[in-house]
């Protein structure tokens, strides 16, 4: 079908129109993101969001994996999934009037609570995921203190670092830290499986209910860790916490002091994408903790 001004190349008009069995009608541009989204109209009037690639490096087949893991093994709600590869990713378009407010989140936290039930034998993943267009790393380990310490700190630290945004002399003091974490981290029960990447925007709601969760980056790791952002935006109030608290209790210490060492991870991916802003928020939990 002719559309006229359409943007997408024919093989992408190919992949969409032969994935969901109808033509297309219309094309516009979604706004933000980490790859380039456009929001179609299908003969049918139904519409689908395609995701394109802005760069090389992008691969949207991974999402395109992690999605149908979660429609296949969970009950976590996640937009219908078409086709993914690493030329393009076709999915429902979800209607929403807002993201995750103090109305949804009592069923954001059961949901999640819901999520982190499922649990492996290892913490990781059996591919490594992306978590803001950036490589999640998810070799995988019997031990979370270990995991986080490499795969995470470590790893997002020295990604920083050869961004040229974090300062050798920070990447030292993470670097002595880092040989210090098992004094400060415990070991939770069992790996528990996470969307690892929960903030407002990834939690798209209706009338005040949760429609979906998007923009996965899962693995099992620290059922705590899924809360990273909690404290580096407002994403996540005590209507939240409350009730996820009733459903699967937080562990000793979270909230004093191991959510300040978990958000170091989400603060080093900023500082590698965006430049220094957050780089006096890392100093401050570091020198918290003596480094």
Not at 105 to 131: K, N, V
Not at 141 to 167: C, D, H, I
Not at 234 to 239: E, G, I
Request: negative net charge.
């Amino acid at each position: 079908m002719q559309v006229e001004n359409n943007p997408l190349s024919g093989q992408v008009t190919r992949i969409v129109e032969r994935s969901t069995g109808k033509l297309i009608v219309s094309v516009a541009t979604l706004a933000g993101g980490f790859a380039d989204a456009k929001i179609v109209v299908l003969s049918d009037g139904t519409q689908v969001v395609v995701k394109l690639p802005k760069d090389a490096s992008g691969d949207l087949a991974v999402e395109g994996a992690t999605m149908e893991y979660l429609q296949r093994h969970t009950r976590l709600p996640v937009p219908e999934l078409y086709y993914s590869g690493p030329d393009a990713l076709v999915h429902e378009y979800i209607i929403a009037d807002g993201t995750l407010g103090v109305d949804s989140e009592p069923q954001a936290a059961e949901h999640l609570a819901h999520l982190h039930d499922i649990t492996s034998d290892a913490f990781g993943f059996d591919y490594d995921t992306l978590r803001g267009g950036v490589r999640q790393p998810n070799a995988k380990s019997a031990k979370w203190v270990p995991f986080f310490t490499q795969n995470r700190l470590l790893y997002m630290a020295r990604q920083a670092l050869e961004s040229g945004n974090l300062p050798v002399e920070m990447m030292g003091r993470i670097e002595r830290f880092a040989e210090k974490t098992d004094a400060y981290l415990d070991e939770p029960p069992k790996p528990a499986l996470l969307h690892g990447d929960i903030r407002s925007s990834t939690v798209l709601c209706h009338h005040g209910r949760i429609k979906a969760f998007v923009d996965p980056a899962i693995y099992f790791g620290d059922p705590e860790f899924e809360f990273v952002f909690a404290g580096e935006q407002h994403s996540l109030t005590k209507v939240f916490f409350d009730k996820y608290n009733e459903l699967r209790p937080f562990r000793s210490g979270f909230f004093e002091y191991r959510q300040s060492i978990y958000n170091l991870y989400p603060l080093l991916l900023r500082v590698k994408l965006f430049g220094a802003e957050c780089l006096g928020r890392i100093d401050a939990v570091l020198s918290r903790f003596g480094f």
